[in-house]
């Protein structure tokens, strides 16, 4: 060829990379599938199929939180009463004819369970794992300018395979990701920082370049660092050939002056653009976020984050959006952080599995610490069709995968490699399980190729745990690995591996105080802790007796309430008051801190009842996002705000006691008021966390007073409800976005005369919107309810329900009207633009 054509050719081909798409062009991929929910095996994965009757969504979707909770499913309670079963999923899709030559990606952040993908009838994989995110390269089979249909087929139908709500289908965002031939490869930066002081820090690039032109290429890449005002504050730039077909690493290095450093309170991010070009014109353009930050973890102060003492005062959650199901929403995982920062809480740990990527992303904006978690078993099953089937063929690709995609996180601190696997108790207890095929499996594979005399010697169990810690290191040896462990002992083949950095423990809070006698080299914090029960809005008296729901673990429980007592004085037999482990997490310096199990009540797992239960007890928080009482506990603990908050509601029988209680801080007493006559004065002594009065009821106004050195801080009222009057509506925010994804969680409550709340209430609302919005959720943080949490009505529970309106793609107001019978309707605008 004419070096003149090869020009023209070279010049036409970069003015089409650069004709208004994003040259790392990544596209939501969400809108307009076919969907059938289909129990029989289709032909549907083929490139011609009439599914014409299928219904149309967008993603991300999740169809087991459409159905009303049934007893029969065989998820069963324990995952959360709603259907599995076998989702396909089918689109088509133009690319465009000038992207041809480039490479054409598909890119799914994670389906529920067990996908398997087609594009034009040829299958490019499976993945067992629901968690996991996962690329596929379309390029060999895309018809360019043409139509293309990519099925997916989610087969969730083996059930139980979890031991909480999992959700069912493509439940996570898929985009579509189109390249030049030589580009940054999936996942392919890694930024460390392996020195920071206050002069300067290091930032170090690795950076995996993928060459899939047909010849060997010298590429230049650029490395440029901006700060958020988007100022330019340091470069590196080199160049090296890449083997066609190949993908190689290359190492730079960038010298940022006077670093802003990230931590929890100001989650300061940089911005790292990565450019590759190939005879002089640029090939790909790929952001990564980057935190500096130093940390370590110490045997005798815990967790020490740029030089300075941080106990990490964080919460398990699991990854369902309560009446969103395991669908997505960013904006909704938004509010849950949100609500735990309010509350002081500053970490997250990713129970049991990996998260969806926006969590993180979140996590690293908003200042969180995250314990990133793979996986809740390896080879011991926990019920019957779990993860443990695909273990001994999934598990490295799947840990060196979850730790690819996230390790470039700020926020993440530990990785941990699993949640009470049934191999901390060694040979033993192995109850119900395939243990000698998956084990059969498991020898075959390379890491575990290890001599008899080895095996002799630490235990095949220990070994496993070795080789998961060998692929998270081998992928970031930056941070600490950890597991979360409820056998604590020595015997445990998890610490007996030597393999971990840092050792967890789920609850024990009897060893915390000697554990680093035991464990001399090892930093300690509590992976878990807690599990106590509570329903929002439900009280038994006497608060200062504890009820242990059941007395031992593996006895049954009943209780005709179906609830728990929300004073901190209900809890598992595991676990502990929320108090009596804070007292403790507090007291020592050599505990880095508590993941508390849970932030936010969640489907599925209802102990410690079955069905008629379908959802947890265990939240700080419910299901639809209100607080209970014992989040003002910790705010008075975790935040330097001043906090006053007494409890229980004032609607009680003439004459019957009542236990009152005062969280508070910043104060050293509080006074408590009934229609105007002092109950007398409380104080917090020694390491208390409450203040209480046994009160007779009479009906009227509770005040109480906190003040410090006799000045009043604080004065908080609860009156006494009357009969109920109006409805009233309240939008967390009344103005968002109109981009068909954003939300406004609208609050239901209804009032007497005066504009008290009626703490008891329970009548059915009845929901109808209008204009450019929609109504995608409905919730009272009621365990028992057994309506599907899509259908527009909802009765209150203790006094509130929940709508969860969504905006679609046009601006214009959004008209949500609650109507109770007996009572005025009520409606809200919330703004959409
Ligand atoms: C833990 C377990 C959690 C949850 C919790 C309930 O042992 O790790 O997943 O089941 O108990 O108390």
Known sequence: MKKTNLLLI???????????????????????????????????????YNDNSWRTLNLPHDWSIESDFGKNFPASPGGGALPGGIGWYRKSFVVDKADKGKRVFIDFDGVYRNSEVWINGTSVGKRPYGYISFRYDLTPYIKFGENNLI?????????????????????????????????????????TTPEINSDSAIVAIQTAIKNDDNKLRTIRVEQLLYDTRGILVGKSEGSFYVNSGTSHQYLQRIVVKKPVLWNIESPY?????????????????YVTMVGIRSFKFDV?????????????????????????????????????????????????????????????????????????????????????????????????????????????????????????VGEQWGEGKTEDMDLQKANIQLNNKKVIETSDME?????????????????????????????????????????????????????HEGEYAGITKRYP??????SESISALQTRGYYVMPSDSVSICPDQWDKPYSNPSQQCSAYDNCRAPWGSTHEATWKLVKKYD?????????????????????????????????????????????????????????????????????????????????????????LGKRSKTGDDLHVMWRVPFHAGTLKAVSRKKGKEVLTKEIKTAGEPVSIRLKADRPVI?????????????????????????????????????????????????????????????????????????????????????????QNIIITSK
Not at 303 to 321: P, R, S, T, Y
């Open 300 to 420: 005798n102060k815990g967790f020490i984050l740029n030089g300075k003492q941080v106990k990490i005062n964080g919460v398990c959650d699991h990854h369902d959006l309560g009446a969103l199901g395991s669908a997505v929403n960013k904006r909704a995982i938004e509010r849950q952080l949100e609500i735990l920062k309010e509350m002081g809480c500053n970490g997250i740990r990713c129970s049991h599995n990996p998260p969806a990527p926006e969590l993180l992303d979140l996590c690293d904006k908003m200042g969180f610490i995250v314990m990133d978690e793979a996986f809740d078993m390896w080879l011991k099953k926990k019920v019957t069709f779990d993860y443990s089937l695909d273990f001994p063929e999934w598990h490295e690709r799947d840990l060196t995968d979850m730790i690819l995609r996230d390790r470039n996180h700020p926020s993440i601190f530990i990785w941990s490699i699993g949640n009470e």
């Open 269 to 285: 991010l940089y911005k790292l653009v990565t450019r590759t070009h190939t005879l002089a014109r640029l090939t790909d353009e």
């Open 455 to 507: 095996l002799g010697k630490i235990g095949k169990y220990a070994l496993l745990t070795k080789e998961l810690v060998d692929i998270t290191k081998s992928v970031d040896p930056t941070r600490p690995v950890s597991a979360a462990c409820n056998g604590t002992g020595e015997n445990n083949p998890l610490f007996q591996s030597g393999a971990l950095d840092l050792i967890g423990f789920n609850y």
């Open 590 to 678: 050599h505990i880095a801190g508590q993941f508390i199990w849970t932030g936010f009540d969640y489907l599925g797992e209802p102990t410690p009842y079955w069905w008629p239960s379908r959802s947890s007890f265990f939240g700080i928080i419910d299901l639809a996002g209100f607080p209970k009482d014992v989040y003002y506990m910790y705010q008075s603990e975790w935040t330097t705000k001043d906090v006053l908050y007494i409890f229980p509601h004032w609607n009680w029988k003439d004459g019957q006691k009542v236990d009152v209680w005062a969280y508070y801080n910043n104060a050293d007493e509080v006074e408590l008021y009934l229609n105007g006559q002092s």
């Open 737 to 825: 976005d109109a981009d068909g994804k954003d939300l406004s969680f609208v609050t239901v409550e209804i009032l007497d005369k005066e504009g008290n709340t009626s703490p008891l209430a329970d009548q059915l609302v009845k929901f109808t919107v209008e204009g450019e919005g929609n109504i995608v959720g409905n919730d009272n943080g009621n365990q028992n309810d057994h309506v599907s949490l899509k259908k527009p009505e909802r009765h209150l529970f203790y006094g509130k329900c929940l709508a969860i309106v969504q905006s679609t793609n046009k601006s214009g107001n959004i008209v949500l009207k609650a109507e109770i019978q007996g009572l005025p309707a």
């Open 10 to 48: 070279i010049l036409a081909v970069y003015t089409l990379s650069i004709s208004g798409k994003e040259i790392h062009d990544v596209q939501s991929f969400n809108q307009n599938w076919k969907f059938t929910l289909a129990d029989s095996t289709l032909h549907a994965s083929a490139a011609v």
């Open 521 to 526: 080299t090892k930093p300690f914090f509590v």
């Open 151 to 191: 099925a997916v087929k989610a087969d969730n139908s083996k059930q139980p395979n979890s031991r909480w709500y999992s959700g069912s289908g493509i439940f996570r965002n898929v985009w579509l990701t189109i390249l030049n031939p030589t580009h940054v490869d999936h996942w392919g930066t890694y930024i």
